[in-house]
């Protein structure tokens, strides 16, 4: 067990190990973060989403994620928050990306379906055939309740049976599928073997059904940062992670082939550097036998430029756009608000900190 954070190996150093390298190829997701607010204030939340949040995704801003995406379509959209559905503009945008033909992924909480001034909500994704990855952490009242709230886990349920009236998790054309993360400071269990428990339990006790399960494990990060701190857990938990990393997780991370976009129109590898304002970083490829771009971060020009240089993305300039950002602008901007988020900021070149954290199981 590795005893202080200054011991532990560089992420690169492990790509090194494993003779791998990690590269950005061509987007094919376009993670949005609609907001911050959220109807719940969980305890692992890495985006401290809830209740208060003022921190809202405007029309005008989706209307420029629209302007670019016509230009740049992708084949998966994936809406985020906070609880996307409570974002103003959340059934205009499913609406607007199935026109454009994207396969459409809602980050659901499930309690949110039930919540009043949010009715046929479930009905509005069938409709749009919006796929439902759901936050379920436990089968058990106990550990959900614990994680996210008292009464969260009867809701969940009632939520879950709702959805499967209507055929989701049980028609194939209506994706349902869960979200489990630890209770606290430890790893998650086996994927498959939880899948199967949880469809066991959840079929045996309240008839509910579903597709799929996915073991995540908890991020260090906003919120559940801080409940790792509170608890002098934080440095335990880092050298648990570093200890258990997976080389084979590594070609599927996020940074791979997601774009995403924060609130505010900002652009991240993925979104846990979104929540750590880590904008994006040079799409260089990192591992043996790459220098450290730190020494010069903008070698070949901004971060942004470099994304659309490699991944084929088009580029709009400023001017063209009828929602160009005031501001510090940058030449290029592919989504007009983003451009001045990257003229001030030295570029991350894949987080250390947090690729070691996404090639974990
Ligand atoms: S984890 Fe999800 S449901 Fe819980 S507060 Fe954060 S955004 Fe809301």
């Not at 969260?152 to 028609?171: H, K, M, P, T, W």
């Amino acid at each position: 067990m590795t005893d202080t954070l200054e011991e532990l190996t560089d992420f690169e150093q492990k790509l090194c190990e494993h003779h791998l390298h990690l590269e950005r190829g061509a987007p094919r997701v376009l993670q949005i973060n609609v907001g911050w607010l959220c109807n719940l204030s969980c305890i692992h939340c890495h985006v401290t989403a809830g209740p208060t949040r003022k921190e809202i995704m405007t029309r005008e801003t989706v209307y420029r994620i629209l302007d670019w995406y016509d230009d740049n379509p992708m084949e998966v959209v994936d809406l985020t928050g906070g609880a996307p559905e409570m974002n103003p503009s959340f059934r205009y945008m499913v609406t607007e990306f199935k026109k454009r033909h994207a396969h459409v992924m809602d980050r659901c909480n499930l309690t949110i379906l039930l919540q009043a001034g949010y009715e046929g909500t479930a009905e509005f994704l069938a409709e749009h055939h919006v796929e439902i990855v759901a936050s379920m952490p436990c089968y058990s009242a106990e550990n959900v309740n614990a994680q996210r709230g008292n009464g969260v886990f009867d809701q969940s349920i009632e939520a879950l049976q709702l959805l499967n009236r209507i055929g989701y998790g049980i028609r194939d054309d209506l994706k349902l599928d869960l979200v489990y993360n630890p209770n606290g400071a430890f790893l998650p269990p086996d994927q498959e073997a939880l899948e199967a428990d949880y469809k066991r339990e959840l079929r045996a006790h309240f008839g509910i059904e579903f597709h799929r399960l996915y073991a995540l494990t908890n991020l260090p990060v906003a919120r559940f940062a801080n409940y790792l701190r509170n608890r002098g857990k934080y440095e335990d938990y880092m050298a648990l992670l570093i200890d258990n990393f997976n080389p084979g997780s590594v070609a599927g991370l996020m940074c791979r082939d997601t774009v995403s976009v924060d609130w505010q129109g900002a652009v991240y590898d993925c979104d846990f550097n979104q929540q750590m304002n880590m904008h994006l970083g040079p799409p260089a490829p990192v591992g043996c036998g790459y220098p450290p771009l730190e020494a010069n971060p903008h070698p070949h020009g901004s971060p942004l430029l470099r994304l659309h240089r490699r991944s084929g993305l088009k580029l709009r300039r400023n001017s063209e756009s009828p929602f160009h950002s005031t501001g510090k602008s940058s030449q290029f901007s592919p989504i007009p608000v983003m451009g001045y988020c990257f003229q001030s900021r030295q570029a991350s070149v894949l987080p250390t900190c947090f690729k070691k954290s996404l090639a974990l199981l």
